[in-house]
Every structure is written in structure tokens, then in C-alpha cells.
């Protein structure tokens, strides 16, 4: 199969022919139709994954065709279009039992702790408990986003943040993580304000469903969150990963309001300073959110077929495999608006 390979941390990656993968007996093999780009990714190329083993092929959001079945696998066959959450749970921990894969504590993460999908075919391991059909009609680069970006913040918005009609909702960076938000939040009734450095990603946040937007380079944020919702906002989230805007959805937040940090803080920014008197003094709730379990999806895609949703507007620029070095490469230097997804291989 072709692939895209990286040998060393931080340097470039390579398109190469690699062997296909098979299925473990409780996996299937995929044969890849669209996989994105994600910042995740150039987090793994980076290093800051101690989960990576070298040399590795990257790759996570993903959906495509089963081509190979384990021998064990009893719900899925050759031919079936699916998509597959980024965090693929182990079936037998206590977390899973609970229905809480995305904190599984012996997750398998393809792109992570195996090879991913930045190929032509991906292994998946435990595909009875970790695949998702995808619904007639659904294109495979819109459904590509759906198992790290779209599913992450339906997650956060909607379980952690528990968002209902006539909140105030700030959605701290306006990349493929934060605009999915800020629908998912539109859509659930709740007033939301995108807040990004970059004009066009601000007004497809507008597009989206966002009632008001603040470029960050043009203001003192988490002031401007608390003159626009008289008194801050009731669920926050950090869909970026920065010591900045964790620090602006904090102090943007009314009393007891909620932190969802969603954006990943990892190398330099693991332990950043957070505003502690804010906190504990107006009883500030700080939760992490990190992917979504198969089983959830369910609610999504029934979101998605009203029409209340609809992740293909977030698809971005459509690439070929041989492009994927340089735009992973290029994850934190430039950011598309919309999700960069492969979709020729």
C-alpha cells in the first residue's frame, strides 16, 4: 500500500510503499476513502505523543470500506462504509464496561498507537465495539471529520457542557474543532460567540450560527465576552490548545459558569499557569473533554439526517496523499478554513 511515513520526530515525511496491513481476529482492515489533517497529527509528527513508536504512519479522522474481517467479528462485513471514533475503546476495562471508551484505560488510538490511516488501508482493532456505520448518502470526506473534530465537540458541547437553549456559549478558536461547536451549540438553542485571530474563520462562523464574533488580535477578549453576555458566559470552551485562550474562556465565564477544555496542551504548553482566584472564587467548573464513544454517535447522525447539522459545510481543501507531508508539516504555521481532508490516494 502506499502510505506517508515518518522515521524521525520533526522531520519530513515520506510517501512510501509499505505492506498491507492484515485483521487481528477481533479487527477488520479498512480500505481508506478520506482521512483528515488534523492538529493532533502534527502533534505526533512533533513528538509530543509518547504513545508513537518509530517509525510511524499518522493519521486518525478517518472513514472508508471494510476490506478484511477478523475471524472473531460479528456485526461487520467486506463492503460495509464506516467511520471509527479516534479513541477506539478495549471492550474489557471498567471504563468500557461503564460506556465510557473514550477514556478507555487500554484505548487504541490509530495514528497513535498504531499505524494510521495516512495509507491506502488501516487496521481497527475491536470493530464490533469501535465502528460506526455511516448513513446512506453521507460522503466519506464529511464523515472523515466526524470521528476526531465534529464527534469531539458534539461531545463536549452537548455531554460535558451540557448546553441548553438561551445559554451563552464562547468557542475560543475557530479551526475544524471550535466551528463545529459553534453549530452543534447554535443548534442546541444556545447563544454563541466565536472568538479567532482570523477574519474569514470568523465569518463562516457567523455562517454557521454564531449571534457575535471577536477577533482576539483586535480586543481584550474576556472583557468583550463579558459586555456582550452581561455578565460572561455559562459554558466556555478552549477548542484550540493555548495557554491564551484556556486563559480567555476562564475569565470569560459569569459565576459557576463551565471550562470544556477540548484543545490538546501538549510540549511547552502541558502545564500552563491557570487563573486559580477565578476559580474558586465565583465556583468555576473545569472539565476536559476527549472524543465521543461509538455508541453515541447514534445521537449525532440523527441530528445530522434532520438537517439540524451539517458537517459537510466544515470540509475544507480535498488533497492527495502525496500532499499530506507538507500540510501536516504546516498544521501550526497555517490552518485552512475548514477541515483539510484526503480524498486521493
Not at 87 to 99: H, K, T
Not at 181 to 200: H, K, T
Request: charged share 15%.
Amino acid at each position: 500500500m502506499k502510505a506517508v511515513l515518518f522515521e524521525k520526530f520533526q522531520e519530513a515525511p515520506r510517501l512510501v510503499t509499505l505492506d498491507d496491513p492484515s485483521p487481528e481476529t477481533h479487527g477488520v482492515v479498512l480500505k481508506v476513502a478520506a482521512t483528515g489533517v488534523c492538529r493532533s497529527d502534527w502533534h505526533g509528527w512533533m513528538g509530543h505523543d509518547s504513545d508513537i513508536e518509530l517509525p510511524h504512519v499518522p493519521g486518525h479522522e478517518l472513514a472508508g470500506v471494510v476490506a478484511a474481517v477478523g475471524r472473531d467479528v460479528t456485526r461487520w462485513k467486506v463492503g460495509d462504509k464506516v467511520t471509527v471514533p479516534f479513541i477506539c475503546g478495549c471492550g474489557s476495562c471498567p471504563e468500557c464496561a461503564a460506556g465510557h471508551q473514550q477514556v478507555c484505560l487500554n484505548q487504541e488510538q490509530p495514528g497513535f498507537t498504531h499505524w494510521g490511516s495516512f495509507a491506502e488501508y488501516v487496521a481497527i482493532h475491536q470493530a464490533d465495539l469501535n465502528l460506526v456505520a455511516l448513513p446512506e448518502g453521507m460522503a466519506f470526506a464529511t464523515a472523515a471529520s466526524l470521528g476526531c473534530r465534529f464527534a469531539t465537540s458534539f461531545r463536549a458541547v452537548i455531554d460535558q457542557g451540557k448546553v441548553s437553549a438561551g445559554q451563552w456559549v464562547a468557542v475560543h478558536g475557530c479551526g475544524g474543532v471550535g466551528l463545529s461547536a459553534v453549530m452543534i451549540a447554535s443548534a442546541a438553542g444556545a447563544n454563541v460567540i466565536g472568538v479567532d485571530l482570523d477574519p474569514a474563520k470568523l465569518d463562516l462562523a457567523k455562517d454557521l450560527g454564531a449571534v457575535a464574533v471577536i477577533n482576539g488580535q483586535e480586543a481584550d477578549v474576556p472583557a468583550a465576552i463579558q459586555e456582550i453576555t452581561r455578565g460572561g458566559a455559562h459554558v466556555s470552551l478552549d477548542a484550540l490548545g493555548h495557554p491564551v485562550t484556556m486563559t480567555n474562556s476562564i475569565l470569560g465565564l459569569r459565576p459557576r459558569g463551565k471550562h470544556i477544555q477540548v484543545g490538546l496542551m501538549l510540549g511547552e504548553h502541558a502545564a500552563p499557569a491557570i487563573p486559580m482566584p477565578k476559580i474558586v472564587g465565583q465556583e468555576i467548573e473545569l472539565l476536559g473533554s476527549h472524543g465521543m464513544q461509538a455508541h453515541r454517535y447514534g445521537a449525532m447522525l440523527d441530528m445530522v439526517a434532520s438537517g439540524k447539522l451539517d458537517p459537510s459545510r466544515l470540509v475544507g481543501d480535498q488533497i492527495s496523499l502525496a500532499e499530506a507531508p507538507e500540510a501536516l508539516m504546516n498544521m501550526d504555521k497555517f490552518q485552512s478554513v475548514g477541515a483539510t481532508v484526503i480524498t486521493r490516494f
